[in-house]
């Protein structure tokens, strides 16, 4: 990819974050919430509910509502969430949330993180307003709000379905992987080892005010008591840095 699609990407006014798992610290146990509902080992969640007979299905999905909601009154906000989410709210950046949990789930989340007040309601959709991801119904629908093509939406998140559905709405994509792993490069157009890093890449991209904001902002570089010292430089898809500097932050 050349720098100048990566400048794009990151100078982009129209964002759709991944909840859990990417504006959140990851706690969910898929496996145990399989079991718990007896989905099939790596299976995935909804679909399953959604092959069960209709009483059947009605009763799980109540299930999995519980276990949902009672992580999302545990939530606690990512590296960085608060630094990237307000700074794109200052350059009036249009902010949403496509999630496969609930809307009602992800507001709860979001308060609980100290976000909600970035994203309205209605920007905010959960596994009953959209088709679940990878289906990218969810971002064009988000587009048509906002008034733009799906190609002028940047989607953020932690997973493969996150970046397949950004891929297949025709969106820029941006991976986030604090093993720094980033299994699947083909699915992303930039990849980050935290949300701090990429508020810090779209930061440098404004410089003045923006790049002293971040930079300055180390009470959301802090995860128990340590700094993120060592996070990784923000890539583009072929491993090159974006603008040739280390765009982590320190």
Do not use: C
């Not at 007979?53 to 606690?76: C, F, H, Q, T, V």
């Not at 009036?92 to 507001?107: K, S, V, W």
């Amino acid at each position: 990819m050349e720098n100048a699609h990566s400048g794009a990407i990151l100078a982009s006014r129209h964002w759709v974050f991944d909840l859990d798992g990417t504006l959140t610290v990851a706690v969910h146990d898929f496996d145990a919430i399989r079991k718990a509902l007896g989905v099939p080992h790596g299976g995935d969640i909804l679909a399953y509910l959604s092959s069960l007979p209709e009483e059947e299905a009605r009763l799980a999905r109540g299930k999995l509502n519980d276990i949902e909601m009672e992580l999302a009154g545990r939530s606690r906000a990512a590296v960085g969430a608060r630094t990237l989410v307000g700074l794109l709210h200052a350059q009036g950046a249009q902010l949403g949330i496509l999630t496969r949990n609930t809307r009602e789930n992800a507001l709860v989340s979001l308060g609980r993180i100290g976000l909600a007040q970035y994203f309205p309601p209605s920007h905010v959709l959960g596994r009953d307003e959209a088709p679940a991801k990878p289906d990218p119904d969810g971002i064009h629908q988000l587009a048509r709000r906002w008034g733009v093509a799906a190609h002028q939406v940047v989607m953020v998140g932690d997973y493969r379905f996150d970046l397949e559905t950004g891929r297949a709405a025709g969106a820029g994509t941006v991976h986030v992987d604090p093993s720094r792993l980033f299994a699947w490069p083909e699915l992303a157009d930039l990849a980050v080892a935290s949300l701090a890093e990429l508020a810090t890449a779209v930061a440098f991209l404004q410089g003045g005010e923006a790049l002293q904001l971040v930079v300055g902002d180390l009470d959301d570089l802090v995860v128990d008591g340590e700094h993120d010292v060592e996070a990784a430089p923000l890539l583009d898809h072929a491993g090159d840095q974006v603008g040739g500097v280390d765009q982590g932050p320190r």
